[in-house]
């Protein structure tokens, strides 16, 4: 079993950054795949970025060049970066750990791009 917890999430301004973590703990032996994904209100669930136990990381289109995942293995740890935030990018961002064969969600941390 793994716990997932986010923080981060919050208010900003168009323009502004974010730092969105995510620390997972429990009974298990390693964690292969982390990630983030959100969903707007109305819209389903996607992808914004992933990261593998090695470092190899996925970027959706929507945020390349603006948000930036990273991870810290040893702590069990993945951050988002999120710099240049827009309006659009307005969600709820969730954190996901790949276990061997389960994968755990997070619960959640909002996030408001508004001026």
């Known amino acids: 079993q793994v716990q997932l917890v986010e923080s981060g999430g919050g208010l900003v301004q168009p323009g502004g950054s974010l730092r969105l973590s995510c620390a997972a703990s429990g009974s298990f032996f390693s964690i292969n795949t982390m990630g983030w994904y959100r969903q707007a209100p109305g819209k389903q669930r996607e992808l914004v970025a992933t990261?593998?136990?090695?470092?190899?990381?996925n970027y959706a289109d929507s945020v390349k060049g603006r948000f930036t995942i990273s991870r810290d293995t040893a702590k069990n740890t993945v951050y988002l970066q999120m710099n240049s935030l827009k309006p659009e990018d307005t969600a709820v961002y969730y954190c996901k750990a790949d276990l061997r064969y389960v994968g755990y969600w997070g619960q959640g941390t909002q996030v408001t791009v508004s001026s």
């Open positions: 990261i593998t136990r090695g470092g190899n990381t």
